[in-house]
Each structure stands twice: as structure tokens, then as C-alpha cells.
């Protein structure tokens, strides 16, 4: 069975600190306590909206721990791999238009 834990709240706060330091308008909705429910919308530069949520337990890499987010954007179709808070902070701010 998938498991969350990893959504730790220090982890959610590092990526509420990578997304603002990218300059991004986010919101989360507030399942912190329920991390498998836990998700992200993110408005790019370009008005485009991207979905972050933790991966599994199964998606993580035990050689990046701190990998645990991932990002998808239906406008463009597409899912970003799994990345730390700042990369896929990174990742949404410089995916071209």
C-alpha cells in the first residue's frame, strides 16, 4: 500500500518557501493531516495552472529523499518527474510559454 509520510510538515513547509521564493501564486488544500489528499495549485507566469501533490512512498528514490513532489500541468500535458521542493519550484517557473 502507498504511504504518504514523507509529506512531512517541515516538507510541506520548504516547499511553501521554495514557491514563494520563485515567485509563484500558490495555495494548498489544507490536507496537511492527510497527505495523500494533500495538493498544490500553482499559477505560472504565464497564467498556466499546475497541480503539485507528494509522490508515493513507491515513486521515491532511496538515493534522493528529499525528492517527494511532483507537478503536473494540464495545459501543457504534462507531469514533471519527481523533484525536491525547489527544483520542481524551478521547474514550474522556467517551463517556457
Do not use: K
Not at 25 to 35: E, K, L, R
Not at 61 to 82: D, E
Request: hydrophobic content about 35%; aromatic content about 8%; some cysteine.
Amino acid at each position: 500500500m502507498a504511504t504518504f509520510t514523507h509529506a512531512t510538515p517541515e516538507r510541506c513547509a520548504q516547499l511553501h518557501r521554495a514557491l514563494t521564493a520563485a515567485g509563484l501564486t500558490w495555495s494548498d488544500n489544507g490536507q496537511q493531516n492527510a497527505p495523500q489528499f494533500l495538493a498544490y495549485t500553482v499559477t505560472d507566469s504565464h497564467g498556466r495552472t499546475w497541480r503539485i501533490h507528494p509522490a508515493t512512498n513507491f515513486q521515491i528514490s532511496p538515493s534522493s529523499p528529499g525528492q517527494i513532489w511532483q507537478a503536473s500541468c494540464p495545459a501543457l500535458m504534462t507531469t514533471a518527474p519527481v523533484l525536491s521542493a525547489r527544483q520542481v519550484a524551478e521547474h514550474i517557473r522556467d517551463t517556457p510559454a
